[in-house]
């Protein structure tokens, strides 16, 4: 296994759609096991392909306390949508923000699992957000995108600013 590199907001590459999986094969699964490895790691609760510029449609995810239910989604679509709240999110792509962003409150999601099969989950609470938030970066989509376009100026103002000043470190 292996730790991933994140890209950052505005990083452009963060933008490119996720293609869809044609095969899981020990290739993808790899990935799945980098991925988790580098969603602990950084730490986070869930983790999209496209943020560690691979454009497969791949997200993993572990919302549990223990951190010891790891979730792979390949190919995942939201079948349905119910409710509405507002939830504090954060991103591995955009560190350091939280902001509130309004999202269903509960899904049902189809997907195939690190093996091939294919599976449905209904999630509410932190799970649905999270699927939610996932989904969104494979469709090029962060959850900067629900703010003002002031609130989000600022954020990428700031990361561009703490960007040219890591790089510029000793």
């Known amino acids: 296994m292996a730790r991933l590199t994140i890209l950052h907001y505005p990083d452009s590459r963060l933008r490119k759609p996720a293609l869809p999986v044609e095969i899981v094969d020990d290739g993808v699964r790899a990935l799945v096991a980098d991925m988790l490895e580098t969603m602990y790691a950084a730490p986070g609760i869930g983790l999209a392909a496209t943020q560690v510029n691979v454009r497969k449609r791949i997200v993993v995810m572990d919302v549990s306390e223990e951190k010891n239910r790891p979730l792979a989604f390949i190919n995942p679509t939201v079948l349905e949508r119910e409710g509405e709240s507002e939830t504090e999110e954060g991103c591995l792509s955009v560190p350091g923000f939280y902001e509130t962003v309004r999202r269903a409150e509960r899904v049902r999601v189809s ?39 002031l609130k989000r100026d600022r954020i990428r103002k700031k990361l561009e600013k703490q960007s040219r000043l890591e790089s510029h470190a000793p």
Do not use: N
Request: net charge negative; hydrophobic share 45%; aromatic share 8%.
């Open 111 to 149: 997907a195939l699992d690190r093996d091939g099969e294919p599976f449905e989950l209904d999630a509410s609470g932190l799970l649905a957000v999270c699927i939610q938030h996932e989904i969104d970066h494979l469709d090029g989509k962060l959850f900067v995108d629900y703010l003002s376009a």
